[in-house]
């Protein structure tokens, strides 16, 4: 797939987001974060990086307003604390661009009921594939416009900014394609190319960390149980009893199989993706190890990764009028690019 052009030369633009959740876990890390900053480093200096802490979609779900100022403050300290810079970057947090509310006021008149129906993130959440004219859509708790609505807003986030590529896992790219469909409807409607199509990249497979109490399920801050995850900010300490008591099985030995022996298995993914071995070459060297000397080998290995990312969290937590500055000076960038964007949208649509 390729971005739409009208045969002028158009810039490399990538495009991410990211729920302000507080402090990331090991799994954010490992999954989405550090291949920002490889992205970073490894894009010419042509190429221009949108990283959006996207708060509106967080209210999507109800939210402590202190929780949620402070949850903002932690994942901006976190994406510079591991190495994305602001001056390379454009890191903002998204409520500070009206613009992606008006965007996505626009495409919501041009989007179908049904499409927004199919997606497989509303279905799961409401549990219901056919809930609309019934009691049910207006009686179930939490089913409400913006958990319905949240595609459009999140194509408006990509669009506003003539996103040429978007990097995404296999379970936000439905939404990506809904993304492009919207783009093709309103430049088709305003007979023009205003809105680009974002190509949709998917993030090469790499390692799932799961839970390290039911290695059966993803790695998640929603956990209630604060053993079940490695935050980027845990202590050398913590991080040492957490994979000390994580879930692994009977069988003596190591090997990799994460079908039979799913807790092993994900201790294994860990240390393979800092190591840059492959899970199963890692655990052929290892295989006489115990249970208690790969967790300590484990243990170790995050250590040694996330000391530095703790180290320069700790400095930047406690610089509120920095942290601020940051995301004022990324509000500025980014608003300068959808204000442009926006007059072009409101004189073909005639609102201006």
């Not at 990312?309 to 500055?325: A, G, N, P, T, V």
Request: net charge positive; with cysteine.
């Amino acid at each position: 797939m390729r971005p739409a052009s009208s045969g002028r030369h158009v810039s490399k633009i990538i495009f991410s987001g990211i729920q302000p959740t507080g402090v990331p876990h090991l799994g954010n890390y490992i999954g989405a974060l550090r291949p920002w900053v490889e992205t970073q480093r490894s894009e010419p200096a042509t190429t221009k990086i949108i990283i959006s802490v996207v708060d509106l979609h967080a209210i999507t779900v109800p939210q402590h307003a202190g929780s949620l100022r402070q949850s903002k403050k932690q994942m901006l300290a976190s994406l510079l604390a591991m190495g994305l810079d602001p001056c390379r970057c454009i890191i903002y947090e998204q409520s500070r661009v009206p613009e992606h509310n008006e965007l996505a006021w626009i495409l919501g008149t041009l989007t179908p009921m049904g499409s927004l129906a199919r997606m497989t993130q509303w279905k799961a959440k409401s549990g219901s594939t056919q809930i609309f004219g019934s009691d049910h859509a207006i009686a179930t708790p939490g089913l409400h416009l913006g958990l319905f609505a949240y595609p459009v807003l999140q194509a408006a986030d990509v669009l506003l900014y003539k996103t040429t590529h978007v990097p995404v896992g296999d379970d936000q790219a439905q939404h990506l394609e809904l993304c492009r469909d919207l783009a093709k409807l309103f430049n088709k409607r305003y007979n023009g190319d205003i809105l680009p199509l974002p190509q949709t990249v998917l993030r090469e497979n790499g390692a799932r960390i799961s839970s390290l109490r039911e290695p059966g399920k993803k790695m998640s801050k929603s956990d209630p149980n604060d053993r079940s995850r490695i935050n980027l900010t845990d202590s050398a300490g913590s991080i040492r009893k957490k994979i000390a008591s994580a879930v692994t099985d009977s069988q003596a030995g190591i090997s990799y199989d994460p079908g039979s022996r799913p807790g092993i298995a994900n201790l294994i993914d860990i240390m393979a993706a800092f190591t840059g071995e492959t899970p199963r070459s890692l655990a052929s060297s290892i295989a006489a190890l115990s249970h208690r000397e790969l967790k300590e080998a484990t243990a170790e290995t995050i250590i040694n990764a996330l000391s530095p990312i703790h180290e320069h969290y700790s400095e930047l937590i406690q610089d509120e009028r920095m942290l601020e500055q940051i995301a004022l000076e990324g509000a500025e960038r980014a608003s300068e690019i959808a204000r442009h964007t926006m007059r072009e949208v409101r004189k073909v649509v005639g609102l201006s």
